[in-house]
């Protein structure tokens, strides 16, 4: 009886453990449907906060929520809970985006945003993340 209860714990936990981890993420990133023209790219992706503070002068992959709002596109560190969102904490202004190949946008009035975090591949400068078809992996 005691070795029926141990497989049926082992199985749960087995179970549980392949449903997600600790990291805080929400599932896959978003993609669109031709990266090499978007600039998304795979690999280890940095906050906004470090693309920020970045110096660097080569593409940086950078993981954000996008929202889009009167002719500007903006990668967010967080949403705002309002309706429809809004940025909150870092963001960086995107420049080079092609919003109609982003997978996932969700439309509401005159603003578009991303339920989920999306990584986009570019060079960052004064506050704005350049996307571009060079950039892209």
């Known amino acids: 009886m005691k070795t029926l209860a141990l ?4 199985a749960a936990v087995t179970t549980l453990a392949g449903c997600g981890g600790d990291d805080g993420s929400v599932g896959d990133p ?3 449907t031709d990266p090499q023209a978007s600039g998304l790219a795979a690999g280890p992706p940095i906050s906004i906060d470090e693309a920020l503070a ?3 002068a080569e593409p940086l992959l950078v993981s954000g929520n996008l929202l889009a709002q009167e002719g500007e ?3 967010c560190s967080a949403l705002a809970e309002s309706f429809p969102p809004q940025c909150g ?3 960086l202004l995107v420049e080079g985006l092609k919003l109609e190949e982003v997978d996932g946008l969700v439309t509401e009035r005159d603003v578009s945003w991303t339920d ?4 986009l591949l570019g060079v960052v400068r004064d506050g704005t993340l350049t996307v571009s078809e060079n950039a892209a992996q």
Do not use: Q, W
């Open 7 to 10: 497989i049926a714990t082992l």
């Open 30 to 32: 978003l993609t669109v």
């Open 54 to 56: 970045s110096a660097s």
């Open 73 to 75: 596109v903006r990668l």
């Open 89 to 91: 904490g870092a963001s």
């Open 116 to 119: 989920r975090p999306m990584e």
